[in-house]
């Protein structure tokens, strides 16, 4: 079954075409970084006017690039939920149409566990059950991944996402956004030791998450060097932070994994192709005797091949819409706890 799928719930104009769930036929992405690089941030009014102008480009490119037509597509799968609603809504409106024209399903595909299922397409092998945990610049959580289409929240963050906070830390280095892979290179030559910042934790919680106190003390910490005339130690800072960051993730992690039956863990958002977190999470699982499947950087980031992934599980699961279908910024999870 080949699937047409569409991801356009940030600043990724991204469409693919994907086999039976687990074969990238194509994998096509424009990036919308440069136009909203200069504000320190996605500006949603930009993402959806750029959304607009690339995804019929990006469409083509993907039939193109499979080698296919229009006329081959088995299914439409797009990103419904959750994102920006301006963005998401030219995603959802273009599979729309085009599930209506052909006369093909169309399934709608939770952003979140997209970037799960992209751990299909890496690993022929994993099926559910295993635990998740989705790092991404809107999200990050911990999952247990009961089924293809079932999925329970076991923890998350209370405040900003894993990627937020690097891209807020990079922001006080003096480093464009997104900051988080130069973060993560920076930090490679710094001492991780430098710096003492909180684990990004809840206390009072074995599997949640916080990045806002972690951020605060970059700030104040930039602040105090700015006040008295000390150079920022950049590389120090960027490593102590990750330290922080990976103390935290991994703590959460090990919470999880010692409470719940799973012993395969699947890493996935842009905030997964982080080197140190990707080390510390893998020495973490060595010690548990947990087999933890990471993914190439490529799948790692906002792709249009996880939702032709977790879209093939879904269409298996009935999960289809009609014309009626409408984005949503927030999750409606087919999440069950
Ligand atoms: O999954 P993603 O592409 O988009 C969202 O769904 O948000 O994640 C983007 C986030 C950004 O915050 C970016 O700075 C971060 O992933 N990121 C990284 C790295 N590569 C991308 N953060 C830390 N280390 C990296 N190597
Ligand atoms: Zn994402």
Known sequence: MK????????????????EDG???????????????????????????????????????????????????????AVTAYPGLIGALLVGVNFAKSLAASLSLPLIPVNHIEGHIAAA???????APPFLAMVM???????????????????GATRDDAAGEAFDKAARVLGIPYPGGKEMDRLARTGDQNAVPFPPAIIRESRYDLSFSGLKTAVINFAHHCGQTG?????????????KAVCEGICSRLKNALADLPEKTLVLGGGVAANSHIRAAVGKLCEEEGVDLKLLPLSLCGDNGAMIGAQGYYNFQASITAGPDLNADATSPFSYHT
């Open 22 to 76: 687990r074969r990238i036929l194509s994998d096509a992405i424009t990036s919308q970084i440069e136009s909203h690089a200069r504000f320190g941030g996605v500006v949603p009014e930009i993402a959806s006017r750029a959304h607009t102008e690339a995804i019929t480009t990006v469409c083509d490119r993907a039939l193109a690039e499979a080698g296919i037509t229009l006329g081959d597509v088995d299914a439409v």
């Open 136 to 154: 991404s610049g809107g999200h990050t959580s911990i999952i247990e991944v009961r089924d293809y289409t079932e999925f329970r929240l076991i």
């Open 230 to 242: 000390i150079d920022l130690p950049r590389a120090d800072l960027a490593a102590s932070f990750t």
């Open 3 to 18: 699937i047409l799928a569409f991801e356009s719930s940030c600043d990724e104009t991204a469409c693919a075409v994907v």
């Open 120 to 126: 299909y397409l890496a690993h022929p092998d994993l």
